[in-house]
């Protein structure tokens, strides 16, 4: 991430490349954004995601948690961190 780019910049970098399967590259962008902004709902909410996606439910509890003391009436969240508790 240059000094230029905003965070949101490369968290909708992120995303596009979270869409496009290219988890890896998502995956460094959102790790990015938390390294400059830690408590970034939005970041460890995809990031959540991520890990659900890839075989890690239990990491997707805990960053999806995360997203939820931050932002706690964020819906989408809540059911994330359902279907990540169900695996």
Do not use: N, W
């Amino acid at each position: 991430m240059t000094v230029q780019q905003t965070l949101q910049e490369a968290l909708q970098a992120a995303i596009g490349h979270h869409q496009a399967g290219e988890f890896a590259a998502a995956e460094a962008l959102y790790r990015q954004v938390l390294a400059r902004a830690p408590g970034h709902a939005d970041a460890l909410h995809f990031l959540g995601l991520l890990a659900r996606q890839t075989g890690k439910p239990a990491d997707a509890v805990v960053l999806i948690s995360q997203a939820l003391q931050r932002a706690p009436h964020h819906a989408p969240c809540h059911l994330h961190l359902g279907l990540a508790l169900a695996v």
